[in-house]
């Protein structure tokens, strides 16, 4: 696709903004910082990964997963104010999940140990880890706060935090890995995902686009549980005083 | 030998943020001790402090200031899981736990890895007029007096050495409160229970209790329920609590 091809497709960006401005939405605005901004992202993450592609080394590639886990982290973390510490524990699990995935892809020889496949499949499975990381701990607050009356009579009984947290954690982890495991039943049959969609555009054989959809579809789903079950661990304390006291919630 | 409880100079602060409000504390300078298994009514106005005290004394909240103490240690030095199973509370709401009415009264042995004392569960469960349950129905299904019931007998099922009971009987109706006031009184006669007994009703303190603990303006003031009952210091305690709130003949 050349670049003038490529700007020609600004025409539905405008297109839209006309459509806010004519039916006073108020979303012009809006809408032409998320076009710069992901256009300015976008362009920087290909000159980036041209960078590393040609440099073909594993410090780059380590940075760059670092980075991505950071972000996805620090995103995460957003959802869980007056949780201290949250950001080194979403962090540690989504780490710990990107660490276990890439440890069978590449020990099997399910991918290649290259930058072009390492970067795009940790990109996507540390997103999805986010994803997952943010409606846990949106389901996690939610769930101590309705249900403090029920953690406070385990408490009285002389249970554990883990004991008094137990069905919150289990409700919050399910809760959290619904959107991975709909996307599983439905791929392809609602939607052709991304990876696969990329791929036939660039001329690839279906058969062997699906198969590497397949292995994403695999990982999401693999990382979604492995990214929640950990959190549902690191995380259940933050909830408590170091006396054993439900905090009042924020 | 130690008092089987002790309170010294507890104090709470009050929720207000206004530091130049005129009661910073709910209450201060809160000071009692159990020397041996006693049955005490504690009493006081509205807003006085005494569900934030007893969910203190069960360390579901912190205090402030000063401390409390179990058979002569800190709470500082006990771990809360095993201090809440030697100062069990049990709330004015009760709250069911997942589950059939089984599954609440075997929670503790659950909790604590302890054979399931059914006799004495179905003992309880009859005594207080529970008997004719499906144990196997919805916990939450119940009525609200009937949740009461299986709170409080949840709660025996650990055999704490102190009950702290929030308004228990707040619920239930004449026969149902005179049943679980034979219960405790039984039971404290049995197993040398001692127990803290939140209410509003002042026949019902005299009642149950053999030491009255009265809230008011911020502190606690400790008497004999014989005296404390009887004229002339019963218009002194229809004048803290308020008419309103008891009826004391």
């Not at chain 1, 997103?127 to 009579?153: C, D, P, R």
């Not at chain 1, 883990?162 to 959107?179: E, G, L, N, T, Y």
């Not at chain 2, 803290?196 to 303190?205: G, S």
């Not at chain 2, 002194?236 to 008419?243: D, I, P, Q, T, Y």
Request: with cysteine; net charge neutral; proline share 3%.
């Amino acid at each position: 696709m050349t670049l003038t091809a490529l700007s020609f497709t600004l025409l539905f960006v405008m297109g839209t903004m006309m459509v806010s401005i004519w039916q006073k939405l108020g979303l012009e605005k809006d809408i032409a910082i998320g076009t710069v901004r992901s256009a300015v992202q976008l362009l920087v993450v290909g000159y980036v990964l041209q960078f590393i592609f040609n440099a073909d080394h594993i410090l780059y590639i380590i940075l760059i997963i670092l980075f991505m886990i950071a972000v996805a982290s620090w995103n995460a973390a957003k959802r869980g104010k007056g949780l201290p510490g949250l950001f080194w524990r979403i962090a540690l699990a989504i780490s710990a999940s990107e660490l276990l995935m890439m440890g069978i892809l590449l020990g099997l020889h399910i991918i290649q140990a290259t930058p072009q496949y390492i970067i795009p499949i940790s990109g996507m499975t540390i997103g999805s880890a986010m994803i997952v990381s943010g409606l846990f701990i949106n389901h996690i607050k939610q769930e101590v706060q309705s249900n403090k009356g029920e953690i406070e009579t385990l408490l009285s009984l002389g249970a554990t935090a883990q004991q008094a947290m137990q069905k919150v954690r289990a409700s919050s982890v399910k809760f959290s890995m619904i959107p991975t495991i709909d996307g599983m039943k439905t791929v392809g049959l609602v939607q052709l995902p991304g990876m696969m969609t990329g791929m036939i555009i660039a001329g690839a054989d279906p058969i062997i686009a699906v198969r590497y959809q397949i292995l994403i579809v695999f990982s999401f789903t693999a990382s979604a549980a492995i990214t929640s079950m950990l959190l549902s661990v690191l995380i259940y304390r933050l909830f408590f005083t170091a006396g054993l006291q439900l905090k009042h919630p924020q | 030998m130690s008092a089987i409880f002790q309170i010294h100079n507890l104090a709470k602060l009050n929720w207000s943020t206004d530091a130049n409000a005129l009661n910073k504390y709910l209450f201060s300078q809160i000071s009692a001790e159990i020397a041996e298994p006693t049955r005490i009514a504690l009493i006081g106005a509205s807003g006085q402090g005494k569900s934030t005290l007893l969910r203190i004394m069960a360390l579901l909240d912190t205090p402030d200031e000063g401390d409390l103490l179990v058979n002569g240690k800190s709470f500082q030095h006990i771990p809360a899981r095993q201090w809440r199973m030697t100062v069990t509370y049990v709330a004015q709401q009760a709250v069911m736990l997942p589950g059939s009415i089984e599954d609440n009264l075997r929670m503790v042995s659950k909790l604590h890895g302890q054979p399931y004392d059914v006799s004495l569960a179905t003992e309880l469960l009859e005594q207080l007029g529970l008997d004719y349950l499906d144990l196997g129905k919805v916990a939450e299904d119940c009525s609200g007096g009937e949740k009461q019931r299986i709170s409080l007998i949840r709660s025996l099922l650990l055999r704490p050495e102190i009950l702290l009971l929030d308004e228990i009987t707040a619920s239930l109706d004449i026969n149902s409160t005179q049943k679980v006031e034979a219960l405790l009184l039984n039971w404290h006669k049995q197993q040398g229970t001692t127990f803290i007994w939140v209410t509003h009703d002042l026949e019902q303190a005299r009642r149950i209790s053999n030491r009255t603990w009265m809230m008011d303006k911020g502190g606690l003031q400790e008497y004999s329920s014989d005296a404390f009952f009887n004229e002339p210091v019963a218009n002194l305690a229809k004048r803290f609590v308020g008419s309103t709130e008891g009826s004391l003949h």
